[in-house]
């Protein structure tokens, strides 16, 4: 037995990140070990998630993965822990169709108990409604328990546990309103003041949650068995054949502040065929010898002048390509590879490597993202795009396949190849991928 806890909401923005990170933190003060888990292909999230625990968290995301390995991932990593502690995204019944896709499925599939996350800025009875609905829209999910965020007074907080017991759900507390409960922006580069500023944020939401949340009566009431039982049939994910053969490759994988957004079990499963070398576009002067470059997405709007600077960097991966070096390049790792980057209109178009000739600025839309999938003949790839630049043009030549969304409608932002450099605005979930099989049938 094991407490296991899926942290919903019934909006996007409840607090449930500060609610799970402040959660995290308090068990690391009790000599607990949390595992950390989220729901979706939010990388900041987890990366906020990581900080607080102390640990790497995964991503379970039921658009990239299959049931099985989302079982298996959290089977593998929930192992040592005493409690696993899976954040939710957007609201709980909110998935890429309908209910498909979102948190709930995540709860379906790991039979996971949840706490549903209320924001009580402005609320009024209706709340009990919107409890009340939770709880009884699907059967299948199992809601123990409400906690409140951002509550004014006691007196409020009386009142909204009167809301609960109307709803037939248990309030097991709240999170007082402080304006320190805040996080920076997505779009952002957490320098160390931040990283300090945000460990003071998490310390003070362990505070709040050991002083207004029961939280050993939901340790208790949300402890299920462990590990969960596996959807059949369960496929090895790893071809151990070809496992030895290639287990002498270096895999150079840039990882810096504009290039740091990834899925932690991408970098997990690249080490099982070779040897990891990170490197640095931002601080870094040399590509460092590799058989594989492997470029992750990333913010390298926020560095454009920094980048630029690495003159004899840009100059390697440009080399590397043209001697068909094999590159993988997703997101940020793509506009890398591109002609230029504008981090504002009419402003300095800054040289990048050079290796497509496309113009990335950042005069389009703010935030483009959403599930993405490319189908060809040979290969059937699915990821998530999460970005702030544009790119309007795209060589025709060196396009392999559009890219789509869950309904596989185009979004123009197609997967290239030059060479042996596979380029897309996707950030792609390599841990059920044939890696080394993209370059044979991405063609």
Same mark, same amino acid.
């Given at each position: ?34 595992? @950390? ?14 900080? @607080? ?34 954040? &939710? ?16 499925? $995540? ?20 709340? @009990?409604?919107? $409890? ?64 300090? %500023? ?5 310390? !003070?939401?362990?505070?709040? $949650?050991?002083?207004?949340? #029961? ?5 208790? $009431? ?22 030895? +053969? ?5 895999? /150079?994988? @840039? ?21 990891? !070398? ?19 997405? =990333? ?15 840009? %100059? ?6 043209? #001697?068909?070096?094999?590159? +993988? /390049?997703?997101?940020? =790792?793509? *506009? ?9 209109? &009419? ?29 060809? #003949?040979?290969?059937? !790839? ?17 396009? *392999?396949?559009?890219? &789509? ?9 197609? +997967? ?28």
């Amino acid at each position: 037995m094991k407490s296991q806890i899926l942290v919903g909401s019934i909006s996007q923005s409840c607090g449930k990140t500060i609610f799970s990170a402040g959660l995290l933190r308090l068990l690391k003060r009790q000599n607990l070990t949390g595992q @950390a888990f989220k729901s979706g292909s939010d990388f900041i999230d987890t990366k906020l998630l990581s900080y @607080a625990s102390g640990k790497p968290s995964y991503h379970l995301d039921a658009w990239v993965t299959s049931k099985s390995h989302i079982q298996r991932l959290y089977n593998k990593y929930g192992d040592c822990a005493d409690v696993c502690i899976t954040e &939710g995204h957007s609201g709980l019944f909110d998935g890429y169709d309908r209910l498909t896709g979102s948190s709930a499925t $995540i709860a379906m599939r790991l039979k996971l108990p949840v706490l549903l996350i209320v924001n009580a800025t402005g609320a009024s009875y209706s709340v @009990a409604a919107s $409890i009340f609905g939770f709880k009884h829209f699907y059967s299948s999910i199992r809601i123990v328990g409400v906690v409140f965020n951002q509550v004014v007074s006691s007196e409020q907080h009386t009142f909204l546990r009167r809301c609960c017991n109307d709803a037939g759900v248990e309030c097991l507390g709240y999170i007082p309103f402080d304006e320190k409960l805040k996080i920076p922006s997505k779009h952002h580069c957490y320098t160390n003041k931040e990283w300090n %500023d945000l460990n003071a944020t998490f310390e !003070l939401a362990a505070d709040y $949650i050991s002083r207004y949340v #029961e939280v050993d009566k939901l340790l208790s $009431i949300t402890q299920r068995n462990f590990p969960v039982e596996y959807t059949l049939p369960y496929n090895e994910e790893i071809d151990v054949e070809s496992l030895s +053969l290639r287990k002498k490759l270096t895999i /150079a994988v @840039a990882d810096d502040p504009a290039f740091g957004l990834t899925y932690t079990e991408n970098l997990i499963h690249l080490n099982k065929f070779g040897t990891i !070398l990170k490197f640095s576009p931002v601080f870094g002067n040399d590509l460092p010898k590799a058989d594989i470059v492997y470029l992750p997405g =990333g913010y390298p709007e926020l560095f454009a002048r920094q980048l630029h600077r690495r003159k004899r960097m840009l %100059d390697d991966l440009k080399t590397f390509a043209e #001697e068909g070096g094999k590159i +993988l /390049a997703e997101d940020g =790792g793509m *506009v890398l590879l591109g002609h230029t980057l504008s981090i504002r209109e &009419g402003g300095t178009a800054y040289e990048m490597a050079g290796v497509f000739p496309i113009d990335v600025t950042m005069n389009g839309p703010k935030i483009c993202s959403g599930y993405r999938q490319m189908n060809a #003949e040979h290969f059937h !790839l699915r990821g998530y795009e999460f970005h702030y630049t544009t790119c309007n043009r795209y060589p025709e030549r060196e396009i *392999v396949c559009k890219t &789509g969304n869950t309904y596989d409608i185009d979004v123009n932002s197609p +997967l290239l190849r030059y060479k042996n450099v596979i380029a897309t605005y996707s950030h792609l979930y390599l841990g059920e991928t044939d890696f080394f099989g993209l370059w044979d049938n991405i063609k």
